[in-house]
């Protein structure tokens, strides 16, 4: 699946986020600083937020069109968005959250059924429980699943593994391997640390104040001298 | 108790009841508004809802009864169309009290939406839920708590109302008289006895209500 954005702008509070990319990786990782306007490209193209000019297109569908008047709306883009937090509706329990993206009129594609996405993520266990008692670890893995089971062509994850301890980042990493093996979902993975990025994804782009600064496969980018600097600018935010 | 006591207090009940399921709509749509949107005129709006809650009653009273009398704007053309008489009728009663409590249930229900992480509504939409169902399924049911706590209050308000309510229905026996009323007019006659009486009804009511409004408030969030 080809992600196109061409032109794309959105003035944010210090910088103006520019970006002319074509996406085509299975994993393309998002990488750079906080405050760099990674989670906001990611909101441009799950249709969270308008551009003030340029274009997203997703395949064949134009999804964001400034220039002709073109906006599809996030529910009607086939877009996951998974954001830092997880964002589980407190509500509903695990279960109640799995299966809010279900579409009952049409049947999920082979690999994205109910049963298999849960024991992908192993979260088959957890489906009475209530979010409030889920950890920080099940909570990203049920926000994982919920966002696949709606059948979506393209999956955003906003630093999915941030919040976590080492120990259970290292445990998630081969679940989210899985995931990027199993179901066939191209994704963006947004992230700034580059042990996770040379792990999951086949391409990175890096994105500093709102400009994509290098473009290319994660051992490319992050040859010895590079990643110095981007470790080097991570831990200092 | 006598039985004019019951009927008193069945209608004050009935009334508030009534006053608080017509503004219903209309503070949650306000509220969720002053929440989630912004727009031309909304601190006019705000400031305009606030009102009633700070002008004395008995002056929201009288701006109430030259719109709605029968040579009011809005009166005249209710008796003309309907066939409605407002002023010195129960339907007085209920317009006055919606007026009053209305501010306590669009203020509840602003703070109430406020507390619903706007995250989980963007998401909710990316998961093809479109605009009403994530109001539906996901605004509502978080701000739930906080929207039943201001039902409550803005129903203990309208329990409670004199000053609006004597200026737009006045104080008719069966037909307007309220608690409130009641207790003032029976002081007024020195029948201590009988005041005490609605007296006791009053706190009893209001103080359930305004403890239930409190339980809602400081549940814990699921």
Redesign the interface.
């Known amino acids: 699946m080809k992600i196109e954005l061409s032109g794309l702008r959105l003035p944010l509070g210090h910088f103006t986020l520019q970006v002319e990319a074509t996406l085509t990786g299975r994993v393309t990782a998002i990488f750079g600083a906080s405050g760099s306007g990674k989670t906001s490209l990611l909101e441009l193209i799950a249709g969270l937020r308008q551009p003030a000019a340029g274009r997203v297109r997703l395949g064949d569908t134009v999804l964001t069109d400034v220039a002709a008047g073109k906006f599809v709306p996030p529910e009607r883009r086939a877009v996951g968005y998974v954001p830092q937090e997880g964002a589980l509706f407190p509500h509903l329990s695990v279960h109640g959250n799995l299966v809010f993206g279900l579409d009952r009129n049409r049947p999920p594609p082979p690999t994205l059924t109910y049963a298999h996405v849960t024991e992908v993520l192993e979260i088959a266990h957890l489906r009475d429980r209530r979010i409030g008692l889920l950890s920080g670890g099940e909570k990203q893995r049920v926000a994982l699943g919920r966002a696949l089971l709606a059948s979506p062509q393209l999956l955003l994850l906003d630093e999915p593994l941030a919040g976590l301890d080492a120990p259970l980042r290292d445990r998630l990493l081969p679940v989210l391997a899985r995931v990027r093996d199993e179901f066939a979902v191209p994704m963006l993975y947004v992230s700034h640390a580059v042990d996770e990025v040379m792990a999951l994804c086949d391409d990175v782009v890096v994105l500093s104040a709102g400009q994509i600064e290098e473009r290319g496969a994660p051992a490319d980018v992050f040859v010895p001298s590079n990643e110095r600097r981007y470790v080097r600018r991570r831990v200092g935010g | 108790m006598s039985d004019d006591a019951w009927q008193v207090t069945w209608f004050t009940v009935g009334v508030a009841a009534l006053s608080t399921l017509l503004i219903l709509p209309f503070g949650v749509a306000l509220g969720w508004l002053l929440a989630r949107r912004d727009w031309r005129g909304k601190s006019i709006v705000e400031t305009l809802v606030a009102l009633p809650l700070v002008i004395p009653p008995v002056a929201t009273g009288l701006i109430l009864l030259k719109l709605l009398g029968r040579r009011g704007p809005i009166g005249g053309w209710l008796e003309n169309t309907f066939g409605w008489e407002i002023v010195f009728t129960w339907r007085g009663v209920v317009v006055a009290t919606a007026v009053m409590s209305f501010p306590l249930l669009a203020r509840t229900a602003r703070v109430a939406f406020e507390g619903v ?1 706007p ?2 509504e ?9 605009p009403w169902r994530v109001f539906a ?2 605004t509502l ?2 701000a739930r708590r906080g929207l039943i706590a201001g039902v409550l209050l803005s129903f203990a308000r309208a329990l409670g109302e004199f000053g609006a309510t004597i200026m737009v229905a006045g104080f008719i026996p069966g037909q307007t008289a309220t608690l409130a009323l009641s207790i003032y007019h029976s002081v007024q006659l020195g029948r201590d006895g009988e005041a005490m009486v609605l007296l006791a009804i009053s706190v009893t009511i209001a103080f359930a209500a305004v403890w239930a409004s409190e339980w809602f408030l400081r549940r814990k ?2």
């Open positions: 992480s995250r989980l963007q998401v909710a939409r990316t998961l093809g839920a479109g399924q996901v049911p978080l969030a699921p």
